[in-house]
């Protein structure tokens, strides 16, 4: 079984979407791209306990966060 990790990618200065950046599972090949919204979705093993997701975007640094993914069904992350 699979956890769906959502959440949503935005510059701390304005709140802005950061559309097309990058996050992924530290340490993985999983990964995905922020849409349109500004909203990104990503499928985790519920094996996986803890992981961390980092989100990448050209002219900034990388944003790295650790969550729980232990019984849920989903994980909101907002990165700014």
């Known amino acids: 079984a699979q956890v769906m990790v959502r959440?949503?990618?935005t510059r701390a200065e304005n709140g802005e979407a950061?559309?097309?950046a990058t996050v992924s599972v530290k340490g993985s090949t999983r990964?995905?791209?922020?849409?349109?919204g500004g909203t990104f979705e990503l499928k985790i093993p519920e094996t996986?306990?803890?992981?961390?997701?980092?989100?990448?975007?050209?002219g900034f640094q990388d944003n790295e966060k650790k969550i729980n993914v232990s019984g849920l069904a989903t994980y909101d992350v907002v990165f700014e």
């Open 31 to 36: 990964g995905t791209i922020v849409n349109a």
């Open 18 to 20: 950061l559309i097309g």
């Open 48 to 58: 996986s306990k803890e992981v961390t997701l980092v989100a990448k975007f050209i």
């Open 7 to 9: 959440g949503k990618v």
